[in-house]
């Protein structure tokens, strides 16, 4: 995404149009789903000052999908998107679910009575942002201090851990380091378990979730990252609000965002208003204004 929107979209379009090729004698396109990794303001599906993407602020991406596509474009915040595929396709029966994604920052996804909760402006789960005690005096990405994102998520990891002499400089690394036993990886990962648990368990008393799903590449590095906020959590929550909650590694995984962007595609299809407009438009054309 660095190398800015016209690029990034344009690879999109060309290879979006090259895998439907095959299938277009049969098959319609009927829309699009798209998760950007930043904030994005969900009545226009605009990214608004996304930290990792340069260029990208209020880009029209839903325009420029659908100007040459022709069908249209679904755009969200990549956590709200992987936790509509986690919910849609592993926790379908569950009302009320907490997606965190902890990989080169931290967010959250909020299912509430089976529906994505966006809140007035798009931003709801932006966990990254929220003060805790072990950033005080660290900078974020940002530029706040403070932010759990500037402790918790890879990048910070990676630092720390440089810090101690090891030759770590990204997520990847982090995760590689941790998978091959590294003691300080994984207690540097367990730590941040706990931190984010803390926060986690705030969001337990306001949203009552009935699961916690904890994905990206940080999560998937064996399970130190869900033991360290397992423990905090289970610890400091309330009894009841505990007793049947379940904290989990994500079942969907890398898949979770695709899955997610799909059935985003799908609900605006076999929407009502969707449905009308294609009965107009095939069966009804008279219909038409």
Sequence with gaps: ?????????????????????PFADRMTL????????????????????????PGWDRYDVPGALSGKLGVPALVDNDVNVMAL?????????????L?????????AGVI??????????????????????????????????GCLEAVAPGPAIAARLRARGHDVHTSADVTASVLRGDVDAVREVREAGRII???LTTCVSLINPAVIALGGSIANAGDHLLA????????????????N???VRSRGSSDAAVAGAAAMAIQHVLSVDSVEALLREDVFPWMQV
């Design 1 to 21: 995404v660095s190398e800015g929107p016209d690029r990034i979209l344009g690879w999109v379009i060309e290879q979006g149009t090259r895998l439907f090729e």
């Design 30 to 53: 009927r829309a699009v789903g798209v998760g950007l990794p930043g904030p994005v303001e969900h009545a226009t599906g605009r990214p608004v000052d996304p930290p990792i993407m």
């Design 85 to 97: 595929g986690e919910h849609h396709g592993f926790w379908p029966d569950v009302e009320d679910l």
């Design 99 to 107: 997606f965190v994604k902890v990989a080169t920052g931290i967010g």
């Design 112 to 145: 509430v009575g089976g529906r994505v909760h966006r809140g007035a402006q798009g931003i709801a789960g932006d966990l990254g942002h929220i003060w805790v005690p072990e950033a005080q005096g660290v900078e974020g990405r940002c530029g706040s201090i």
């Design 197 to 199: 648990g803390r926060v």
């Design 228 to 243: 360290g906020a397992r423990e905090v959590i289970y610890t400091r929550a309330t009894p009841l609000a505990a007793s």
């Design 245 to 247: 909650l379940q904290i």
